[in-house]
């Protein structure tokens, strides 16, 4: 047992490297592999953004979503616009500067409340229109509509919770018409429905 211990001892400087360089190997391998998995992956999400419905989808919703952002500018020159007319309205009634003071810092929030108002929304636009892209793309006819089960919950989707609804047919809820997650500010989701084969 003494000589085995000593040998033991003996090669294990040898035994260090020789495991070193087999994990070294072996991660060489596993990283050159996921290398070619990514550029694989890369690859074919090329292809499914340029060559396919879910791909033209996504480039829709880029394009709705620029078509958003650039209303800002607009909406905030327009409540200029009114500001300066409500301050000529004073000026020529005698009224005070505080009076418009505290119309001109609501404007700023308004302009950050419509900016939350859309990123909200468009998120969730974007995100059941690529799941709507794919599910249709796998033949799925509809899905569950889930909510986020908290208090907030606007009472119309409420109602729609658990409830079956079609791909080609979104419910309109307070006078708007849309699938879940996308009528403003919306945190409801559609759980997908697969048919079985």
Not at 39 to 50: F, P, R, W, Y
Not at 58 to 73: C, F, G, N, T
Not at 102 to 120: D, P
Not at 135 to 160: F, K
Request: charged share 25%.
């Amino acid at each position: 047992m003494d000589r085995l211990d000593q040998y033991s001892a003996i090669i294990g400087d040898w035994a260090d490297n020789v495991a070193t360089n087999m994990v070294l190997a072996a991660n060489k391998i596993d990283e050159t592999a996921w290398k070619a998995r990514s550029q694989a992956i890369s690859k074919e999400l090329h292809n499914v953004i340029n060559n396919t419905p879910v791909g033209h989808v996504m480039r829709s919703i880029v394009a709705e979503q620029v078509k958003y952002i650039k209303s800002l500018p607009i909406e905030a020159a327009d409540r200029v616009y009114d500001i300066q007319n409500q301050a000529i309205e004073l000026a020529a009634n005698g009224g005070r500067s505080s009076e418009l003071a505290a119309e001109i810092m609501r404007s700023g929030e308004v302009a950050e409340s419509r900016a939350k108002l859309i990123a909200r929304t468009e998120v969730g636009r974007a995100t059941q229109a690529l799941t709507q892209a794919r599910a249709l793309s796998v033949g799925s006819e509809g899905y569950i509509w889930r909510t986020s089960e908290d208090g907030d919950v606007r009472h119309s989707h409420y109602l729609m919770e658990g409830k079956f609804v079609r791909w080609d047919s979104p419910p309109t809820l307070d006078g708007m018409t849309g699938h879940a997650g996308c009528l403003p500010n919306c945190r409801c989701y559609g759980e997908v429905v697969i048919s079985e084969i």
